[in-house]
């Protein structure tokens, strides 16, 4: 759920690894973003999504 300022986002993957996405915005201009994959984190998954989520922001 989200809105305009902030939200969260949860998913699957095939693995069905819990995918968080959190989002914030700091001013019109600037947001900050988190993603989360798994229980102890998939760096290389979280850093392949947050380049696409930001081709479309």
């Known amino acids: ?13 095939a693995s069905d690894q819990k995918i968080t996405v959190s989002y914030r915005t700091k001013s019109p201009v600037y947001y900050e973003m988190s993603i989360r994959v798994g229980t102890f984190g998939d760096e290389a998954i979280a850093s392949s999504l947050s380049q696409s989520i930001q081709k479309y922001l």
């Not at 759920?1 to 993957?13: C, E, H, P, V």
């Open 1 to 13: 759920s989200g809105d305009q300022t902030a939200g969260k986002y949860l998913f699957r993957n």
